[in-house]
T-cell receptor, first 114, second 111 residues
Framework: DSGVTQTPKHLITATGQRVTLRCSPR?????VYWYQQSLDQGLQFLIQ???????AKGNILERFSAQQFPDLHSELNLSSLELGDSALYFC?????????????FGAGSRLTVL | GEDVEQSLFLSVREGDSSVINCTYT??????LYWYKQEPGAGLQLLTY?????DMKQDQRLTVLLNKKDKHLSLRIADTQTGDSAIYFC???????????FGPGTRLSVLP
């Protein structure tokens, strides 16, 4: 157990739907990162939050949004889902917000869009 | 955009050394990481190196960085069957921008 908790572990939904993925960071970590891993795109960084504020943005689609709450948990919202959004979504956390942060990853949420 | 490349497959015999290579294009990369991903699991950080370093050793792992050629390598000494996994390199800018991963190298360790 890495200390980073992601729910749900598996999710199956239909095109056009909206889902929310949740991440609880490791105790004491202030940063949360979201990544998408798919067969065709590989591993891609989506977005980072530090202590509730957006810190860095990667290849996140406009249909996707995220936020970090005061208790530091984070949610990734995926809307108007397409078949190509089927992927493993990882959350990671770290203590700091910049620099050589050591990231701890969760086990991932596997999203299947039918 | 910036790019990171890796060989997709590597096979070695148990007890031999493995060398996994990574090349990148972003000259502003300040932090370079190696991760291990086992089947059905998340990523596990193995080690990282700053761009002002040439080498870092951590038990069986040795990271070499050639900043001029933008080439990073991970050497695993005395490779074991438990080292079979996918290995990703990642580059990151100084202020956390440009998080870019390579496609991953699948290491198979043969008995």
């Amino acid at each position: 157990d890495s200390g980073v908790t992601q729910t749900p572990k598996h999710l199956i939904t239909a095109t056009g739907q909206r889902v929310t993925l949740r991440c609880s960071p490791r105790s004491g970590d202030l940063s949360v990162y979201w990544y998408q891993q798919s067969l065709d795109q590989g591993l891609q960084f989506l977005i980072q939050y530090y202590n509730g504020e957006e810190r860095a943005k990667g290849n996140i689609l406009e249909r996707f949004s995220a936020q970090q709450f005061p208790d530091l948990h984070s949610e990734l919202n995926l809307s108007s889902l397409e078949l190509g959004d089927s992927a493993l979504y990882f959350c990671a956390s770290s203590v700091g917000g910049v620099g050589a942060n050591v990231l701890t990853f969760g086990a991932g949420s596997r999203l299947t869009v039918l | 955009g910036e790019d990171v490349e890796q060989s997709l497959f590597l096979s070695v015999r148990e007890g031999d050394s493995s060398v996994i290579n990574c090349t990148y294009t972003d000259s502003s990369s300040t932090y370079l990481y190696w991760y291990k991903q086992e089947p059905g699991a998340g990523l596990q950080l193995l080690t990282y190196i700053f761009s002002n370093m040439d080498m870092k050793q951590d038990q069986r792992l040795t990271v070499l960085l050639n900043k001029k050629d933008k080439h990073l390598s991970l050497r695993i000494a005395d490779t074991q069957t438990g080292d079979s996994a996918i290995y990703f390199c990642e580059t990151r800018g100084n202020y956390g921008q440009n998080f870019v991963f390579g496609p991953g190298t699948r290491l198979s360790v043969l008995p």
